[in-house]
């Protein structure tokens, strides 16, 4: 029943620009269970406000910030994050996490890292676009490629 009631409340949530309307959609936050949706789970406010400044851009597109400082104040502002130089040249910004895979895995091959025989491990269940390009570069490269199952028990990732 509760998640049902979130479907409902979610779905039938008013569609306006009034973000108190749209934060009150959901208002009993303990009722709410995500269950490995995190692509359906409520944005976080900072990332909503990030959304209306996108949309006050683009009703007036000739005060939109120049991609590259964009980009360049994000690869600051993570490079700070991580501890990496602070210039943030050491980040690259791609357009999707498969499409970083993809790059790593052939670059991986390409540079001689990736050999015959080596093995290649990726855990179970991971989305199909993160592992068609680890079979890809197996296949190139005559290495292979293992899957770790699920442990059986609590004992995590490590044990298995």
């Given at each position: 029943?509760?998640?049902?009631?979130?479907?409902?409340?979610?779905?039938?949530?008013?569609?306006?620009?009034?973000?108190?309307t749209?934060?009150?959609?959901?208002?009993?936050r303990?009722?709410?269970?995500?269950?490995?949706?995190?692509?359906?789970?409520?944005?976080?406010?900072?990332?909503?406000?990030?959304?209306?400044?996108?949309?006050?851009?683009?009703?007036?597109?000739?005060?939109?910030?120049?991609p590259?400082?964009?980009?360049?104040?994000?690869?600051?502002?993570?490079?700070?994050?991580?501890?990496?130089?602070?210039?943030?040249?050491?980040?690259?910004?791609?357009?999707?996490?498969?499409?970083?895979?993809?790059?790593?895995?052939?670059?991986?091959?390409?540079t001689?890292?990736?050999q015959?025989?080596?093995?290649?491990?990726?855990?179970?269940?991971?989305?199909?676009?993160?592992?068609?390009?680890?079979?890809?570069?197996?296949?190139?490269?005559?290495?292979?490629?293992?899957?770790?199952?699920?442990?059986?028990?609590?004992?995590?990732?490590?044990?298995?």
């Amino acid at each position: 029943q509760m998640l049902v009631k979130m479907i409902t409340t979610t779905i039938a949530a008013p569609t306006t620009t009034d973000t108190t309307t749209i934060t009150s959609s959901i208002t009993n936050r303990a009722e709410i269970a995500y269950f490995n949706n995190a692509g359906k789970t409520e944005i976080p406010p900072s990332v909503k406000q990030a959304g209306f400044q996108c949309i006050e851009y683009e009703s007036q597109p000739w005060n939109v910030p120049s991609p590259d400082d964009t980009a360049n104040d994000v690869r600051k502002q993570f490079s700070a994050i991580i501890h990496a130089n602070p210039t943030g040249e050491d980040i690259a910004i791609v357009p999707s996490t498969s499409f970083a895979l993809t790059m790593a895995a052939h670059n991986l091959y390409r540079t001689g890292l990736i050999q015959k025989n080596n093995r290649i491990l990726i855990l179970q269940d991971e989305m199909s676009s993160e592992v068609y390009c680890w079979q890809e570069v197996c296949h190139l490269s005559g290495a292979y490629l293992d899957i770790v199952p699920h442990p059986l028990q609590d004992g995590g990732w490590t044990e298995a």
